[in-house]
């Protein structure tokens, strides 16, 4: 699904870059392109983004 309308960013794309080390907004923008343009997807990478973190926090062992 389309993010980020301007620079057709997928989620999918936003959550390999969150993968490979992005771990703010602005980080993924400069990964993507995401949120560079409107920004009305900033929300939507921020969501992506805390639910991306909150799962490999769950994930990783204690």
Known sequence: MY???????????VAQAIDQGACTRRQLMQ??????VCGKCSQSIKSLLDEKTCRQHVMQPA
């Open 3 to 13: 993010v980020c309308v301007c620079k057709a960013v997928t989620d999918s794309q």
């Open 31 to 36: 990964c993507t392109g995401a949120g560079g």
